[in-house]
T-cell receptor, first 115, second 108 residues
Framework: GAVVSQHPSRVICKSGTSVKIECRSL??????MFWYRQFPKQSLMLMAT?????????EQGVEKDKFLINHASLTLSTLTVTSAHPEDSSFYIC???????????FGPGTRLTVT | RKEVEQDPGPFNVPEGATVAFNCTYS??????FFWYRQDCRKEPKLLMS???SGNEDGRFTAQLNRASQYISLLIRDSKLSDSATYLC?????????FGKGTRLSVIA
């Protein structure tokens, strides 16, 4: 199956700093990438959908100025958590899909801890 | 009403048992249906798609009832390695919508 990588897998940062998470599709071109967040014992919640070369579409309640998403190429999307706070500590997972397919391939996730 | 509802469990079953999970979805416009498996602190992985005619993959059988907006997953001859959280997932337009998952623990 298709492979999606994420980097870093874990990050600990201080409150007020910014953190960038990368999501790459390694063996296919991802026309659409999705960013999810999962708090402990909760379901995956979609944060935003990004299509290559265009602005991301954010879900209700997700601040676009706080969670900056860039999808500059067909194999790379980045999520930057700006001015991170402890409540942003969560498991962030990206997924990618090719055009015309419903199937999404998930990255291994990034565990963010903000102290 | 939540878009995808599942019994959170946990289901604790002995090895070799048969266990069934159910899921209901609220949006009749849902187009595609899946079961994903998520291990602790890992990303979800596709277990199987669910078709109206029902489908089987080894010990796993999935069923979809569009009229009742109900999806099921049956696991036969449970193995210890089946212990995980099983996520019911529906596709409404583009993004996938995930249920909270049902936890399964298979005990030796």
């Amino acid at each position: 199956g298709a492979v999606v990588s994420q980097h870093p897998s874990r990050v600990i940062c201080k409150s007020g700093t910014s953190v960038k998470i990368e999501c790459r599709s390694l063996d296919f071109q991802a026309t659409t990438m999705f960013w999810y967040r999962q708090f402990p014992k909760q379901s995956l919640m979609l944060m935003a959908t990004s299509n290559e070369g265009s602005k991301a579409t954010y879900e209700q309640g997700v601040e676009k100025d706080k969670f900056l998403i860039n999808h500059a190429s067909l194999t790379l999307s980045t999520l930057t958590v700006t001015s991170a706070h402890p409540e942003d500590s969560s498991f962030y997972i990206c997924s990618a899909r090719t055009g015309g397919s419903y199937e999404q391939y998930f990255g291994p996730g990034t565990r963010l801890t903000v102290t | 009403r939540k878009e995808v509802e599942q019994d959170p469990g946990p289901f604790n079953v002995p090895e070799g048992a048969t266990v069934a999970f159910n899921c209901t979805y609220s949006n009749s416009a849902s187009q595609s249906f899946f079961w994903y498996r998520q291990d602790c602190r890992k990303e979800p992985k596709l277990l199987m798609s669910v078709y109206s005619s029902g489908n089987e993959d080894g010990r796993f059988t999935a069923q979809l009832n569009r009229a009742s907006q109900y999806i099921s997953l049956l696991i036969r001859d449970s193995k210890l390695s089946d212990s995980a959280t099983y996520l019911c997932v529906v596709n409404i337009n583009t993004p996938l919508v995930f249920g909270k998952g049902t936890r399964l623990s298979v005990i030796a």
